[in-house]
């Protein structure tokens, strides 16, 4: 079956149908944003349901979504893997079996003591 549309004309054809979809969209004039307020609450929808809210007890993709929103760790990596300060401020080693964290201050423990 022999067809009259060149490939000039399909070429054209597929840019026109590409940019169809976006003809109608207009973002509107700006406004400013609200302040932002405390309280309230995030919902946050997941595929599959967290296995533990413990995170030393598991280490799966989606466990680790959830709690890394939840708990703050005493150390984070950088960009690069080295290692930059979290909860804690500051630690030293004095020996293997030894290590010492200083805490920021303010940071409260989960039962409300600092």
Same mark, same amino acid.
């Given at each position: 079956? =022999?067809?009259?549309?060149?490939?000039?004309? $399909?070429? %054209?054809?597929?840019?026109?149908?590409?940019?169809?979809? %976006? =003809?109608?969209? &207009?973002?509107?004039?700006?406004?400013?944003?609200?302040?932002?307020?405390? #309280? #309230?609450?995030?919902?946050?929808? $997941?595929?599959?349901? =967290?296995?533990?809210?413990?995170?030393?007890?598991?280490?799966?993709? /989606? &466990?680790?979504?959830?709690?890394?929103?939840?708990?703050?760790? %005493?150390?984070?990596?950088?960009?690069?893997?080295? /290692?930059?300060?979290?909860?804690?401020?500051?630690?030293?080693?004095?020996?293997?079996?030894?290590? /010492?964290?200083?805490?920021?201050?303010?940071?409260? $423990?989960?039962?409300?003591?600092?």
């Amino acid at each position: 079956m =022999a067809s009259d549309a060149s490939r000039r004309d $399909f070429l %054209l054809m597929c840019a026109v149908a590409s940019g169809a979809p %976006l =003809a109608g969209l &207009d973002p509107g004039p700006a406004v400013a944003a609200d302040a932002p307020k405390k #309280g #309230g609450t995030v919902r946050v929808g $997941f595929y599959i349901e =967290a296995a533990t809210m413990d995170p030393h007890l598991s280490g799966s993709k /989606i &466990d680790r979504q959830v709690y890394h929103n939840i708990y703050e760790p %005493l150390v984070t990596l950088d960009v690069r893997l080295g /290692i930059k300060p979290g909860l804690a401020e500051s630690w030293q080693q004095p020996d293997p079996k030894t290590l /010492i964290l200083k805490l920021r201050r303010g940071v409260k $423990f989960h039962d409300g003591t600092e």
